[in-house]
């Protein structure tokens, strides 16, 4: 299967989640290199800092992210770690 880059997840975050005030993605791979899952997609972590999550939880803060994600993930992530900060808290 192939995988979903760093770059493709941070273009699809970037167009559904502005204005952001960070975004990093970081493709963690190779640190599950062996493992059964590592055939199966990408494992990503993506730190966010955008006004979109200002008052939201965080399972609705990692909704919104998943949402915005949705048509990427079956191309690909097996994993993805998510930090996401209002500004307030970054």
Do not use: F
């Not at 204005?19 to 990093?24: A, D, F, T, V």
């Not at 909704?63 to 079956?74: C, E």
């Amino acid at each position: 299967m192939p995988h979903v880059t760093a770059a493709e997840v941070e273009r699809v975050l970037r167009e559904a989640l502005s204005p952001l005030q960070s975004l990093e993605v970081i493709d963690d791979s190779h640190l599950h290199a062996g493992h059964a899952g590592a055939r199966e997609g990408s494992h990503l972590t993506v730190k966010i800092v955008s006004e979109r999550m200002a008052g939201l939880s965080r399972i609705a803060r990692h909704r919104l992210v998943y949402d915005a994600l949705r048509r990427v993930i079956p191309q690909g992530i097996h994993a993805l770690a998510i930090e996401a900060r209002s500004p307030e808290e970054a």
